[in-house]
């Protein structure tokens, strides 16, 4: 894993929510969940709102230019999008979502087979990929639909298989995760102790390393789950210092 001092061991994109309409006539992106990272919306354009499904069931919470809205591991959630909705998203893990971490939620027999749930989501060569982008999204719409349907009547039972089927789908994957989880979040967590540590015993050394580094530009748009994407690269690049 690449080296950063970025704060928290995460990553940071700018996202443009889908702007087309879903079957079920919403506009917006593709619902998913994480299994281990904590995803931030900073709205910084637009209108729109958040749906989600945890464990209080279904809501939606408004979005605006301003909001701030966060969410844990667990959440299903769709960034639907009222008119140029556009946001800052801070990603808890850097790395680990394009490691398998999130999972969209087609409808469960689908997602219980990884082959399908694969081919599913694969937006495949460049060509053509604007309109898969939105196939996918309307697959995962339909499982979002009826697990929030479900919900709001009552039977959590479609979000307990799906959480299951989930969980099935990484499990070769994930023991992977736990390396990013250590070189990242955690080593930084570890390096900020040690330097309190340092300082409560009266060692100010490490102040003398300091210095400024700036990301380069965001990289091309690329379709995403929820919109249109331009990641930062956030590395301790040698060549972006300042």
Known sequence: MSVSS????????RLDIYADAAPDGVCGGSPHMHLVSTEAYVVVEGRGALQTIDREGFRETELHAGSVVWFTPGTIHRAVNHGGLRVIVLMSNA???????????????IVADPDAYAAAASLGEPDGREERASRRRDLAVTGFDAMRDAVTAGDRGPVER???AAGALVLGSATGWVQLVQEGPLAQAERSLALAEAIASGD???????RVREAPAADERRFGMCGLIRA???TDLEENPR
């Open 6 to 13: 970025f704060p928290g061991g995460t990553s940071l994109s």
């Open 95 to 109: 790395g680990l979502p394009e490691a398998g971490d999130a999972v969209m939620t087609f409808p469960a027999d």
């Open 162 to 164: 799906f959480y299951q």
């Open 204 to 210: 100010v050394m490490h102040l003398r390393d300091a």
């Open 232 to 234: 930062y690269d956030v």
